[in-house]
């Protein structure tokens, strides 16, 4: 394996890990607002009203997103996202797999 390999394989494994950074910025169209992610993460998106809701396999993250802001920042597994660099609480839950309970 060479370096370009083994760095291309940690960057595929640790994708979705606690490295993961999720980084985008919010522009404004005639539909609305729109996310625009600027990240190589495999993590999941979408936006729910004045929420983004980010998802994995087996957890789930929302951060509030308040009118006005331009940019989002959150690490995967962190307690807080940073809107606009100012510091916002999330929520967090886990993924139930189809057919069980919660």
């Not at 609480?89 to 309970?101: C, D, H, L, N």
Request: hydrophobic share 40%; glycine share 10%.
């Amino acid at each position: 394996m060479t370096a370009v390999e083994a760095l291309a394989w940690l960057v595929l494994a640790f994708a979705d890990g606690p490295d993961c950074l999720i980084q985008g910025s919010f522009h404004w169209l005639p539909e609305g607002r729109v996310f625009v992610r600027e990240d190589g993460c495999t993590i999941q998106s979408q936006q729910e009203g004045t929420q983004m809701l980010f998802w994995s396999n087996d957890k789930w993250v929302l951060v509030p997103v308040p009118n006005g802001a331009r940019s989002l920042t959150y690490r995967w597994g962190r307690p807080v996202a940073f809107v606009n660099g100012d510091r916002v609480r999330i929520q967090t839950g886990m993924v139930v797999p189809s057919g069980q309970e919660r």
